[in-house]
Structures are given as C-alpha cells and as structure tokens.
C-alpha cells in the first residue's frame, strides 16, 4: 500500500462547481498535513496546511479525519484559474523530517 | 516571494556530461534541505535529504555516486548529476523548511534534458 494515495483524476468539472478531493495515508502516526497546487511544469505551492479542527481559506476548505485516515479539499465555486494539480503531503513527526506526497489529482476547471 | 531559488532553470547537455544544480534559501537559514525528481506526468519522488556539514540521506533505490550532495552551508545545497543519461533527464526541485516548520517550500526546479 502506498503511503499518501490519491484519485490521479482528471476531475472535470464546470466553471462555478464543487469539487472535492481525498487523500489516504497509510501512517497511523503522521503528524502534519498538507495540500500543495502544481501548474503545469512548475513547482508545487503550499495552498493550505490541514488541521485537525478544519480549516478553511476562502473557497478553500481542508479536513482531516484521523480515525478513517484521510484529508480532504473541498473547493467552492471553481474558476478556471483553479486548474491544477492538487497534491496532498503527510509528515511523519514535527521538525525537519521527510514529507510524503501523493501522485495528484489533475483538476481541469471547464468554461 | 520566493524564499527557495534554483539555479539553473533548464540545462540541455550531452550523455556523458556532469552537471550540478545549485538550492538557495533566501533569507533564511536551512540547516536541512530536500532534493526530488519528477519525471512527466509522475509524482514527486524524494531522492535524498541534504544535511548541512554532513553526509546526505539517500532513499532507497538512489545512487549516492550519481547523484552526489554537498550542503556546505546553511544556505546553499548543491545536487551533481555524474555522467548524464537520457533516462536522467527529469524535473529536479529542491526543497527547504523555513522555520521550524514542517511546512516545505519548493525552489523553481531544474529541467534537465541529457542528449
């Protein structure tokens, strides 16, 4: 089993959806969570950092659920703009230790 | 801003050749930094940890000749691919913790393209 899966996707979906992304991990000690935006041929950016609690940004809003293993990325209202690829990461403990990432999901906003 | 640079962006070169691939961190000092190779359409795939003043940490399946690490100071880490082949040419990133974060932050990559 993988460590951080992912739905690779595509995910096409119209202009003003809903669209929402899971990851699993398979580290029941994993610490830190992450979701990371990718455009084509570029590095990935830091979008959001998930809490236990939820958090929200926007139209961006991060989960964490611990006893299913799993985070999520619900994203509201999709612009076009919003096409990427969504990669989630996992850390295994604080401080300076190793993340892992997901494949990506692939997200295509359509007009 | 950025807060991790790279340099360079994109290098085309001959099988054969050896090239190195300079990591920054700008502002801040990374005592710890990570080096990953995308190849298209594929996940990131971390190749080794850069330990400022010490020896690299190399994942499994990494040879540690082939891609050699130096992490000379608490700014700067440098990857060497030696003797390119074809089948290395892929998408190299860096990256750094700022902080005492787990928080990673990616430099703009290297493309390498090996003829």
């Known amino acids: 089993r993988k460590e951080v899966e992912q739905d690779p996707g595509p995910f096409n979906v119209p202009e003003g959806a809903t669209v929402a992304f899971n990851c699993t991990y398979s580290?029941?000690?994993?610490?830190?969570f992450f979701w990371y935006r990718q455009d084509c041929r570029k590095e990935p950016k830091l979008l959001m950092s998930?809490?236990?609690s939820g958090n929200e940004d926007g139209r961006f809003t991060a989960q964490l659920n611990r006893a299913s293993q799993y985070i999520s990325l619900l994203i509201r209202d999709s612009k076009l703009s919003d096409s990427a690829t969504y990669l989630c990461?996992?850390?295994?403990?604080?401080?300076?230790?190793?993340?892992?990432f997901g494949t990506g999901t692939k997200l295509q906003v359509i007009p | 801003g950025a807060v991790v640079s790279q340099h360079p962006s994109r290098v085309i070169c001959k099988s054969g050749t050896s090239v190195k691939i300079e990591c920054r961190s700008l502002?801040?000092?990374?005592?710890?930094m990570f080096w990953y190779r995308q190849f298209p359409k594929k996940s990131l795939m971390l190749m080794a940890t850069s330990n400022e003043g010490s020896k690299a940490t190399y994942e499994q399946g990494v040879e540690k000749d082939k891609f050699l690490i130096n992490h000379a100071s608490l700014t700067l880490s440098t990857l060497t691919v030696t003797s390119a082949h074809p089948e290395d040419s892929s998408f190299y990133i860096c990256s750094a913790n700022r902080g005492s974060t787990d928080t990673q932050y990616f430099g703009p990559g290297t493309r390498l393209t090996v003829l």
């Open positions: 580290n029941s000690a994993s610490q830190s």
């Open positions: 998930v809490y236990s």
């Open positions: 502002d801040f000092q990374a005592t710890t």
């Open positions: 990461a996992v850390a295994n403990s604080g401080g300076y230790q190793k993340v892992t």
